[in-house]
């Protein structure tokens, strides 16, 4: 039985290799992940803009919120606010400062507390939470660790150079996990109709995993209200992870407002198969208020299984765990990203949601059932409804109801014109793009129009980039490319972005990062480059990669790189010098390139002086050029230049005669007259019958004979 159970646990991983190889989905955006080009983001100007933290401590960032305009991060007693400034569009950050300061707490931080996991110290407070508060307006609501003792602060941002706190007074709330490596997920609402004070929705992940509403008065500490039914499992299992934020939706037909948070749980029903995870999506009314035993506990929550998965007839390919999405409220659509089982090979996709979709699955679909109420057991259709049906907002509810739903969240890819069906709901379609070998952690995405940019924080500390001009094409394939931005793994990116400038920011535990990725555009070189590291935010005009306005930025194309590297070089007459120009585009340099010597003040000197100038090209990129000095002929500026499609970048050096001697020069400006005369009185014979011609042709009167010592 062991044997056979070890065979079940590895099938999936097996077929998942050989399936997703598979050429057959023609309309799937599969990046093909050796032949994505990986760069430092250090050399496109990337920095390192933080790395505060006492000797001793883990700073343990994680990316919080965007509120504003403003990204917030929290870190080892820190919160920290990155935005643009609005007058000079630069990239500025503030770091305010948060201890354990409730002096109505005993607490004692003896630092010996460790994660179990981690052997991190945890007797710090790491800020996990961070939500705008609707009323009173430029006010914050601050969440930390605080040494297994949680603490809220309300911070007001009114100074925008400045955040000032003040601690709460219930550092009992359960909004935030008491170890720093744990994931909350939490956001703020307005009030309902009738009601004055904002509701806040938060779930927690580990041991005491729940999802949870609090009212939030206008003055004071939230106050909690209900949370999931949490004995059996059968709502939210143990260890569930939650990702993202909670978001809103109203029913336009209803008007009833509903929550969703996404999450990703054990499937226990087979815990007998090994360990297998389901990613979620569960509903609750924004306005429930309890189960009709006055339990405190939520009587509307409902959840489905996520589908983003590749097609097969024999077995489909699913990606399971989800591990970030992004509300996009304009087109009522989440964008999510997934990754395979972890005891497989790596694997990530991106899915789209539409919220009709989801909304049509919650108020008509079918439920499932275990028997007899076991978390073990298999869940199995129902032919009826209960009654009053899961998830209404206008029935009372006990907590004995089955909360999931039958059918899957279906994937939405309109590029994929296969994605139809006769049933109520239509069929997932493909991802709108998938990639092996990487997993995928975090997600942020712009989109501008027809374009979408799409940045996928990864375990290996790269930021993939993709993008399309227009993103509802089945044919234009995504331009990729693999910023390299830290050694350890990605757990949140984020976008700054106004009309002209647009700033990517990554964290890590250990570091914060951005990129301004419009004003270094110029360190772009060739179109390729422009076009694949910075587009669609820089455009290659056909000589610079400028922004979309047009205008060049900070940086300039790679140069010529010259040796030796003066400017000017001085150099005793008939001496030799050698001088190397050599063009380096980096990994975009696939074009062939023209490079070339010139003499400033004449454009064919070098042709027609070979007696003069030696070339040895040893590559397309690298020419040499060797140089006889002779003063008013072949000293003077010489430019080197490479001519790369239809635009050209030079880089010049001036050679400087000085009236010198030397052994070697002497022997060579006496070689050089006597092969001048004697092809003087060559050319004069031949021209003897009056026509002209010219030599240059240096008289060496103080030249001793048969001998080179002066």
């Not at 933080?50 to 509120?67: C, F, H, M, V, W």
């Not at 070979?610 to 690298?622: E, G, I, P, W």
């Not at 001519?643 to 970048?649: E, I, L, Q, V």
Request: proline content about 5%; some cysteine; glycine content about 6%.
């Amino acid at each position: 039985m062991g044997r056979l159970r070890r065979m079940y646990t590895c099938l999936p991983s097996f077929v998942s290799l050989v399936f997703i190889t598979l050429p057959v989905l023609m309309t799937a955006m599969k990046l093909n992940n050796n032949d994505i080009r990986t760069v430092d983001v250090t050399d496109y100007g990337g920095v390192n803009f933080t790395s505060e933290t006492d000797a001793g401590q883990q700073p343990s960032y994680r990316l919080l919120n965007k509120i504003d305009g403003s990204i917030y991060f929290g870190g080892n007693e820190s919160l920290i606010r990155v935005f643009l400034d609005s007058e000079t569009k630069m990239f500025k950050s503030i770091t305010t400062t948060l201890v354990t300061t409730n002096a109505t707490q005993e607490l004692v931080l003896s630092c010996t507390v460790l994660n179990s996991k981690t052997n991190e110290t945890v007797c710090w407070n790491f800020i996990r939470v961070v939500e705008k508060l609707n009323q009173p307006d430029n006010e914050l609501l601050v969440c930390g660790t605080n040494a297994f003792h949680r603490l809220c602060y309300r911070c007001n941002t009114t100074d925008l150079l400045e955040i000032t706190c003040t601690p709460g007074t219930v550092p009992q709330l359960n909004l935030v996990p008491k170890l720093p490596d744990i994931r909350p997920s939490s956001a703020v609402f307005g009030p309902s109709p009738g009601d004055m004070d904002d509701v806040l929705f938060a779930a927690l992940t580990g041991d005491d995993s729940t999802l949870q509403k609090y009212r939030v008065p206008l003055e004071g500490d939230p106050v909690f209200e209900l949370d999931t039914v949490t004995v059996g499992g059968r709502f939210i299992q143990k260890d569930v992870v939650f990702v993202g934020r909670p978001f809103e939706y109203t029913d336009r037909t209803t008007g009833n407002t509903y929550v969703f948070s996404f999450y990703r749980e054990p499937a226990l029903e087979y815990e007998t198969h090994g360990n297998k995870v389901y990613s979620r999506l569960s509903r609750v009314c924004k306005n429930d208020t309890g189960d009709s035993s006055k339990s405190d506990k939520l009587a509307t929550f409902i959840k489905a299984r996520v589908n983003c998965s590749l097609p097969d007839l024999l077995l489909p390919f699913y990606y399971d765990l989800i591990q970030d999405v992004i509300w996009k409220e304009d087109t009522e659509e989440v964008y999510a990203v997934f990754t395979s089982q972890e005891l497989g090979p790596a694997a990530s996709a991106l899915c789209r949601y539409r919220m009709e979709d989801i909304m049509k699955l919650f108020n008509e679909g079918k439920f499932k059932d275990q028997a007899g109420q076991v978390p073990t057991k298999l869940w199995l259709p129902l032919d009826a409804d209960p009654v009053p049906r899961p998830g209404t907002c206008e029935n009372v509810h006990s907590v004995s109801y089955p909360p999931l739903l039958d059918k899957l969240v279906p994937n939405y890819n309109p590029i994929d014109l296969a994605a139809t069906s006769t049933d109520f709901l239509p069929t997932s379609a493909l991802p709108t793009l998938y990639i092996n070998g990487l997993r995928f952690t975090s997600l942020t995405a712009d989109f501008q129009g027809d374009k979408c940019v799409f940045f996928f924080g990864t375990t290996t500390g790269v930021i993939l980039k993709a993008y399309k001009d227009d993103c509802s094409s089945a044919t234009e394939p995504f331009k990729a490319v693999k910023l390299k931005f830290m050694s350890e793994a990605v757990n949140g990116v984020g976008l700054l972005n106004d009309s002209d400038t647009n700033v990517l920011v990554v964290a890590g535990a250990n570091g914060l990062l951005d990129w301004p990725i419009t004003d270094n555009c110029g360190l772009a070189g060739i179109e390729s480059e422009c076009n694949t590291v910075f587009g669609p935010y820089g455009n290659w005009n056909g000589s610079w990669c400028v922004d979309p306005s047009g205008n060049p930025r900070d940086g300039s194309p790679k140069s010529a790189i010259v040796q030796p590297v003066e400017k000017s070089v001085k150099v005793c007459g008939m001496d030799k010098i050698v001088l190397y120009c050599e063009f380096d585009y980096g990994v975009f340099n696939t074009e062939q390139l023209n490079v070339s010597w010139t003499k400033t003040d004449n454009a064919t000197f070098i042709e027609n002086s070979k007696h003069l100038v030696r070339l040895t090209r040893y590559s397309s990129s690298l020419l040499e050029m060797e140089v006889t000095v002779i003063k008013n002929v072949s000293d003077g500026s010489y430019s080197c230049s490479s001519n790369h499609g239809t635009s050209s970048t030079f880089k010049a050096v001036e050679i400087e005669h000085e009236d010198c001697l030397t052994e070697d020069n002497l022997e060579e400006r006496c070689g050089l007259h006597k092969t001048l005369e004697t092809e003087s009185k060559k050319i004069n014979e031949e021209f003897k019958d009056g026509e002209n011609c010219s030599l240059d042709v240096k008289s060496c009167d103080t030249c001793p004979h048969g001998s080179t010592t002066p």
